[in-house]
Structures are given as structure tokens and as C-alpha cells.
């Protein structure tokens, strides 16, 4: 009978701790649906329930950062923010990552360190690159891995290569790697920009394949990977976003060394055809390198559509043509087109016509002439630019409205690049010799056609003369997407000039109002120049306001959030961290 009471009191003891413990469970839940914020209270923890009250803890958290997204989207619809602006960026990034670090992958560095006049200045290299990528730092911190380039680099950066920046409000890390010359050398002016920058620009330059820069590709993508995990060092489920063609290996490496990571890797450059690509000895160990990204980004569509096809065709996979995604051994990739664009963040950009005026009239000052028409023309020194097509089509326009003499000057500022590799010291030569060339042909006492500027120019005085002229020519032979033609649009708050913009780069899918030539057709591209310099003030006005519009809702705080945006929904593939 004793043993009967002690059980029957026992039952009813734990009847009571179990209908105790569901009712402040069920108490802590009902004020939670009442009033949200309250979710930050301590759950309750008793018992056998504890398990079950740390899932409810999740899925509240969940809940609550899911409400908090959707008012923050339906405040800026309430606000008619349609604009993607640095402040957007930040709250939406704020909402993707949920906590979770951000890190970023490149070859150039956002912020140099160097010697000028016996003292130590900081430096922001002019990089569309760093225009697009840095804001997502800016917004949620985190870390960006790069080269060190600077000659201060080293003494201004911690013993492991780490400095807080920017300087003036530092809100990331940036991590710096030592490479050697050997390693310089081979990995980016051998393998990458000897190698696969000319497989994957259609320019008709011949890649060159070298036994020892592909090892030294290798070691430097395993040493960024290796600087990537240590940067990576207790933090859960990271972000990682990689830039270009430099670290073709890398996600794969990342990806067996933090298989609980999502890997982005995005492309700047164009993707060729499979039978292009199959030329390259280790075509199939950069495929492979690639294919450890959860996604893949390219400018435009028909890259994304090149690089399914040669997947397809050089390695064992299924491609799914509906998703635009590879699944290659239990990992899907998927591969969209993120259309890069500049930072216009939807301020006022109008231009009075006397700041137009004054632009004008400085450039003319510092050209040491006068002309009606002005062109202008800004590239880096490289053979996909075409220079040497433009210069050429400048010579024909000439010749085919003789009018135009004294009356038009184009003004090429071309920045040195690589200038190491031989071909492109030797182009900068030929294109100062082809300029003369025209020159001489033409000039005049107080006049020259073509005034070639080779050297280093700073953002300022681009924006000057893209301010001061009445035509840019973009005429790349090959472009992933090629920002020239974006800024000279942008800088025209005045809605007038002329943009003359390539077939074969990116930009043209977007910028329909420019003006679309083949750069490989002289006459095609003189013609242009002709209707550009003599195209209506309305007619430039009516294309002006359409392209304006065009890159202010596609800006580059956009091309970020999309990204992010796209990486997140991507989810786990099963078995990984």
C-alpha cells in the first residue's frame, strides 16, 4: 500500500513539474506573439523540456529577424526608396548576414600604404573593383584579404598583415599577403594575365601556358586560403565573397578547409566559348577550382550560358538549363549574371551650365587650345581597350570630313599597365608612335588631332575632362563590362555628350542610347564619331536621361545587394557544416 501512495505521489508530482513547465513554456510563447520584442527575454529552461525550449528560442529568433526584414523593406517602399543607396546597402546586408562574418577576396587592395617625400601616405588606388566591393565592408565590417602593393605596406600592418581601414573611420579589417617576385611573377603576370586573360578576351592575342607559373597559381591560391581560414577562426557559417580570375582554385581549397562557408565567386572578366577554353593545359583543374562556389557571377548572360556550355562539355556533371546550375558530386553551383555598375547612390547630380562651362574651358586651358568638338577616350594601356582601332577610325573620320579639321580634337588618357610583360610595354609605344603618325598628317601650328597622354590620371581630372568633352569612345574588342562609358554618362549632369560605346563590351546590353559600333569596323566607328559631333542638343538630351536612369537603378550598391541577396537563399547542401 506504501508503495502504491509513493508511486501515485510521484505520478502526480511530475504530472504537476510537466503541466508546470508546458505553461510557462506556453505563457513565455503567448507573449511573444502579443508583443514581439519581447522575445529577448530568458526562455524558460526546466527539465526534460530544455531541448524543446531551445528550438523554440531558434525558430522565435528566426521569426524576429524575418519581421525585422520585412518592415525595414516595407519602410523603404513607404518611402518610395527605389534607389539603392550606401545606407540601403547597409541595413539590407545588416539583414541578410544575420551576424554572420563577411569576407572578401582580391587581388588588389583597397587601401595602400606608401613612401612620398620622406613620409607615409595612404592610398585609394582608382579600381572599379574596389568601387563595388568596398560599400559591403563599409556596411557590415569584416575582413578583405589582398596583395600587399604598397612600399609601406609591411611597417604600417600588424605582424599577421592586418591594419584597421579606412583610416579616417576604420569599420574593417584588411589583411595583406607577402608575395615574392617569384610568386608575382608567375601567378599574376604569368599565369594570370599571360594566360587566362588573353583565353578569355576574343582580342586574337595568343595565351601563354607556362608549366612554372601554373605552380606558382597553385601556391598562391593555397596561401589565400590558408589566410582565409585563419581569418575565418571560430566564426560560424561565414560569407565569402571572391574576385576574379586570379583565384580560380581558391573556393575549392576554401571549401574543404570551412565546408560550412557560402563561397561566391565572381568573374569581372568575359567567359569564351568551350572550345576557346579547352586550349588552356588545366582547363579542367580551373573548372574544378570554380566549381567549389555555392555561385558563380558574371556581367552578362551569354558568359554565364559560355561557362555552363564548357562545364558540359570538358568535365562529369549535370547542368540544370531551367536553374542555370551545375551539380557535380552532391554540390550544386548556381551561375547568374550580376551586371556591375557605378556608385550613383541616387544623389543630385545637375550640373549648371556654368560648371559645364568652366570645365571647358580649364581643359582647353591645359591643352593649349581651342576646338569646338572634344573627344575623349580613358583606358588602361591594354590590347582588348582598342586604341589602336580608335585612333584609326579618328584618322578616317578626318578624311571623310576634312570640316572637322581644326574644329575636333580627341584626347586619349591612357594609365601604364603591366608594363612587366613585354606586349603591353611595347603597345604603349606603338600606340604614342601611331598617334604621331596621325598627327603629322593633319596637324597644324595651333592644332593636333589626337593628344595621347600616357601616364597615370586621377579621378578628378577624368571627371573634368568627362565633364569638359562632347564625346567618349568607348571601343573595347572585348569587355566583361567596362565602366568608362557608365561614368562619362554619370558625370553628365547637364544631360548632354555623346557616349560611342562597343557592341563587345558589357555595358552595351545596358546602355542602349549609346551610340553601338563593331570597333573592328574603321568605317562603322568614323561614321559614328561624325553623327556624335553633330547629333542635336535634344536628341543627346533625350539619350542622356534614359541611360542616366538606367544606371541609377542598376548601381553598384544594387549589383552588391544582389549578390548577397542571391547567396543567401542559397541553401546548404546536405552534409555540410
Known amino acids: ?83 539603392w543607396t550606401p ?41 572599379g573593383l574596389v568601387t563595388a566591393v568596398e560599400p559591403i565592408l563599409r556596411a557590415c565590417g569584416g575582413t578583405w ?15 599577421r598583415g592586418r591594419i584597421r581601414v579606412p583610416p579616417e573611420n576604420p569599420v574593417y579589417t584588411l589583411r595583406r599577403v ?16 599571360e594566360g587566362l586573360w588573353p583565353l578569355c578576351h576574343i582580342a586574337h592575342t595568343r595565351p601563354v601556358f607556362r608549366v612554372g607559373d601554373w605552380e606558382q597559381y597553385q601556391r598562391v591560391n593555397q596561401r589565400y586560403a590558408q589566410a582565409v581560414a585563419e581569418e575565418l577562426e571560430g566564426m560560424e557559417n561565414p560569407f ?110 545637375s550640373a549648371p551650365a556654368e560648371v559645364i562651362a568652366e570645365a571647358r574651358r580649364e581643359v582647353m586651358k591645359r591643352l593649349e587650345m581651342n576646338v569646338e568638338c572634344l573627344g575623349v577616350g580613358v583606358d588602361r594601356i591594354d590590347y582588348t581597350k582598342g586604341i ?22 580627341f584626347v586619349e588618357l591612357a594609365a601604364p599597365s603591366r608594363t612587366l610583360i613585354k606586349r603591353y610595354s611595347d603597345l604603349g609605344d606603338e600606340l604614342g608612335r601611331e598617334a604621331e603618325e596621325i598627327n603629322r598628317r593633319f596637324q597644324t601650328r595651333t592644332w593636333k588631332p589626337i593628344i595621347f597622354r600616357k601616364e597615370h590620371h586621377n579621378r578628378e581630372e577624368v571627371d573634368l575632362f568627362y565633364r569638359a568633352s562632347n564625346l567618349c569612345l568607348v571601343t573595347s574588342l572585348h569587355d566583361g563590362m567596362n565602366l568608362v562609358g557608365k561614368e562619362f554618362v554619370w558625370s553628365r549632369g547637364d544631360e548632354q555628350g555623346v557616349l560611342v560605346l562597343s557592341r563587345f563590351a558589357g555595358a552595351s ?39 542616366r536612369a538606367i544606371l541609377d537603378e542598376h548601381n553598384v550598391y544594387r549589383w552588391a545587394a544582389d549578390i548577397t541577396t ?12
Open 509 to 547: 546590353r545596358q546602355l542602349k542610347d549609346a551610340i553601338l559600333v563593331n570597333p573592328y569596323d574603321i568605317e562603322e566607328v568614323a561614321d559614328a564619331i561624325y553623327q556624335g559631333a553633330t547629333m542635336p542638343p535634344e536628341e543627346q538630351k533625350a539619350r542622356m536621361i534614359r541611360m
Open 178 to 193: 607577402w608575395l615574392s617576385e617569384q610568386e608575382e611573377e608567375g601567378f599574376y603576370y604569368g599565369f594570370s594575365n
Open 240 to 349: 565569402v565573397l571572391i574576385q576574379d580570375y586570379h583565384f580560380a582554385l581558391l573556393p575549392r581549397m576554401i571549401r574543404k578547409l570551412r565546408p560550412d562557408a557560402k563561397i561566391a565567386l565572381f568573374w569581372h572578366i568575359p567567359w569564351p566559348n568551350p572550345e576557346s577554353f579547352a586550349i588552356c593545359p588545366w582547363a579542367k583543374d580551373i573548372l574544378l577550382g570554380m566549381l567549389g562556389s555555392d555561385l558563380i557571377g558574371f556581367h552578362i548572360q551569354f558568359h554565364c550560358n559560355n561557362f555552363l556550355d564548357t562545364v558540359d562539355s570538358l568535365l562529369e556533371s549535370r547542368i540544370d538549363a531551367e536553374q542555370f546550375a551545375v551539380d557535380r558530386k552532391g554540390h550544386r553551383t548556381a551561375v547568374r549574371p550580376f551586371p556591375i555598375g557605378i556608385a550613383t547612390g541616387g544623389e543630385d547630380r
Open 87 to 127: 545606407e540601403r546597402l547597409k541595413e539590407h546586408v545588416r539583414v541578410i548576414l544575420r551576424g554572420r562574418s563577411f569576407l572578401v577576396v582580391a587581388n588588389r587592395e583597397p587601401y595602400t600604404h606608401v613612401r612620398e617625400n620622406g613620409k607615409i601616405k595612404c592610398v585609394r588606388p582608382a579600381s
Open 145 to 159: 584579404i589582398a596583395s600587399a602593393s604598397g612600399d609601406a605596406d609591411r611597417e604600417t600592418a600588424d605582424e
Open 388 to 409: 589602336s582601332e580608335r585612333f584609326r577610325a579618328i584618322e578616317r573620320f578626318l578624311e571623310k570630313h576634312p570640316e572637322f579639321r581644326e574644329r575636333f580634337t
Open 566 to 577: 542571391e547567396l543567401d537563399r542559397i541553401r546548404p547542401d546536405p552534409g555540410k557544416g
Open 1 to 83: 500500500m506504501v508503495y502504491v501512495v509513493v508511486f501515485l505521489a510521484g505520478v502526480l508530482l511530475a504530472r504537476w513539474g510537466v503541466i508546470r513547465s508546458v505553461s510557462r513554456l506556453a505563457e513565455w510563447a503567448r507573449r511573444i506573439r502579443i508583443d514581439p520584442a519581447s522575445a529577448d527575454e530568458k526562455i524558460p529552461e526546466e527539465g526534460i523540456f530544455q531541448p524543446v525550449s531551445r528550438e523554440f528560442l531558434q525558430i522565435v529568433q528566426g521569426l524576429k529577424e524575418a519581421r525585422a526584414a520585412a518592415e525595414e523593406e516595407a519602410r523603404l517602399r513607404q518611402e518610395g526608396a527605389s534607389r
